[in-house]
C-alpha cells in the first residue's frame, strides 16, 4: 500500500508540474504582479476557455497532492 502511495504521489507531482508550465503567464515582472492581482481581484480578467480548465485541473492536483503527501507522511499507508 505504501509504494502505491509513493507511486501516486509521484505521478500526480509530474502531472502538477505540467500542468503548470502549460499555463499562460498572466503578466509580466513585479509591477504585473501587484496590477494583476488587482485586476483579478476586480474581476477584469476572468479565465476562458484552456485556462480554465487547466487552473481547475491545477487545483485539483494540488489538493491531491496535498492529501496524498499528509497520508504518506504521517499516516505511512
Do not use: N
Request: aromatic letters at 6%; glycine letters at 10%; charged letters at 10%.
Amino acid at each position: 500500500m505504501h509504494a502505491l502511495a509513493i507511486t501516486l504521489l509521484i505521478i500526480d507531482s509530474i502531472a502538477l508540474i505540467i500542468v503548470v508550465l502549460l499555463q499562460s503567464g498572466k503578466s509580466a515582472g513585479l509591477s504585473g504582479a501587484i496590477s494583476g492581482g488587482a485586476e483579478q481581484l476586480f474581476g477584469k480578467q476572468k479565465a476562458r476557455g484552456m485556462d480554465l480548465i487547466l487552473h481547475r485541473i491545477t487545483v485539483v492536483l494540488a489538493v491531491l497532492f496535498f492529501l496524498l503527501t499528509v497520508a504518506v507522511a504521517f499516516f505511512e499507508v
